[in-house]
């Protein structure tokens, strides 16, 4: 992304991400299932790429599987190698990769790398890896239009539980935004494209919508109706609401795949082996379905959403605000709101994937 939006670093995004992790495992059987024909005859390494790594703890667990997978098929050298951008917390990734000075991968033969660039870019030479993941991060935009947002800091509508009770959000808005998505995946799957061996397959999931229903709801819908109350408390103003865009996009399957069938040259590079959505399950809404315990679950939820929004917010408030403290209210208020309407911000992680194999 050009505006170098990250995670939170220091190990809080990896301590506050289990929604993801179990997100890109309810995927990643869709690939292994794929692996045993996975061209392995030529000499090298077997290179595998992750893109969009963050802090490195989700994508090792990924890594970690495929890996075991792949030397079932090869005793030759494997590479993994995991991408952000240049502003991620890079040092905490080396340090997940080797802890205590060794390498995470056991059995040896495995030497792990990182590169740093945009998705939406090229990251490594043509046709130089074998296999390519993504979980989580094709719903983040390159960049956002110099528009506004009325009624909403993204380009999705609110839950079916907030109807009437939220702000209300203007349609044509959002294609500004929207447009730009979709560029994004052209851009995005076209780079792969271009990286990938033949033979090699390419695992794309990220969060999204089915039906009504959208991951956005819940955690954004609580963001949403936080900042407008620090709007009424004068906090911020109404302008600055307007105009703060949160840069992510939340595509249904059709819209998701949209671009591999109508670009040309997507059809002509890619086999789309498997294509669905997917409904995960959050391990803090079973432990408060089981023990109703309201606080506990409002302040994992908020330090979820936190540990992916935080440094995006920041960046989109006026330069002479004090954005941290604005930041520190925000999520103060969003706890606030969680404990008052649990229902209302009931959190349901979808996901759309596709499975694609370069021809």
Avoid at 72 to 97: A, H, K, S
Avoid at 161 to 176: N, S
Avoid at 263 to 277: G, K, N, P, Q
């Amino acid at each position: 992304m050009s505006n170098e939006i990250h995670m939170i670093g220091g190990g809080f995004y990896n301590a506050n991400s289990s929604p993801q992790r179990d997100a890109l495992l309810s995927f990643l059987p869709i690939l292994e299932s794929s692996l045993p024909d996975l061209p392995v005859d030529s000499s090298g390494p077997i290179r595998l790429m992750d893109v969009g790594s963050s802090e490195g703890g989700n994508a090792i667990v990924a890594q970690t599987r495929i890996i075991n997978q792949v030397r079932c098929l090869t005793d030759r050298p494997i590479q993994p190698i995991l991408c952000d951008l240049p502003g991620n917390d890079f040092t905490q990734v080396f340090l997940n990769l080797f802890p205590n000075g060794k390498c995470v991968f056991d059995g040896g033969n495995v030497y792990p790398t990182a590169t740093a660039g945009s998705a939406y870019g090229r990251l490594v030479p043509d046709e130089s890896v074998d296999v390519v993941t993504t979980f989580n991060m094709l719903g983040w935009l390159s960049h956002v239009p110099d528009t506004r947002l009325r009624g909403t800091i993204i380009s999705d509508t609110p839950s079916p539980y907030a109807k009437g009770r939220g702000e209300p959000v203007h349609p044509e808005d959002l294609k500004p935004v929207q447009a730009i998505g979709q560029q994004d995946l052209r851009d995005f799957f076209t780079a792969r494209a271009q990286e990938l061996k033949p033979g090699g397959f390419l695992l794309a999931q990220t969060f999204g919508r089915l039906g009504e229903n959208s991951t956005a709801h819940g955690s954004f819908d609580s963001l949403n109706d936080s900042f407008v109350d620090l709007v009424n408390e004068g906090v911020l103003t109404r302008e600055a609401y307007d105009y703060l865009i949160y840069p992510t996009i939340f595509r249904d399957l059709e819209d998701f795949v949209a671009p591999l069938k109508e670009d040309a040259y997507l059809r002509d590079s890619f086999e789309i082996v498997s294509a669905e959505t997917i409904e995960s399950p959050i391990a803090f809404n079973l432990e408060f379905k089981k023990t109703g315990d309201v606080v506990t679950w409002a302040h994992k939820f908020s330090n979820f959403v936190r540990a992916y929004s935080e440094p995006a917010i920041q960046s989109k408030l006026p330069k002479d605000l004090d954005r941290a403290a604005i930041t520190d209210r925000l999520f103060q208020r969003q706890v606030e709101r969680m404990i008052e309407d649990p229902e209302r911000y009931t959190l349901r992680y979808i996901s759309v994937g596709v499975l694609l194999r370069k021809k």
